[in-house]
């Protein structure tokens, strides 16, 4: 893993999400029959709810890109690499959910003591 600092979105690939219909109503708290259409695009999820009109959903927003952080956390092979990978992070933590966020910082927390304690040996 490069220690140059990318933006998160083009490290993950979101093209690779399976993302279902069931997923989405879920996230948005309603009933799977509100939604009328759903596309994925580049930076988001477009959904277009009975009622409401059109809605963007972030991917930060969803299961799959808080795996593919563990993912990328846990392939940080030294120090400098996973601090950078969290500041990619921690410049965009208003976008993830309070929960995400803590239980990506607990992973990069045991990354870090993991990495640490093979540096010093």
Known sequence: MATTM??????????????????IAKHLKIPQERILNWEKWHNVLWVHIKGIGGYFVSYRKLEQWIAACRTLIRSCSNLNALNDFWKSISREAQRYSEDALSRLETLSQERYADLFTRQQT
């Not at 998160?8 to 069931?22: A, G, P, S």
């Open 6 to 23: 990318q933006p998160l979105r083009r490290r993950i690939n979101t093209k690779t999400f399976v993302i279902t219909l069931r997923q």
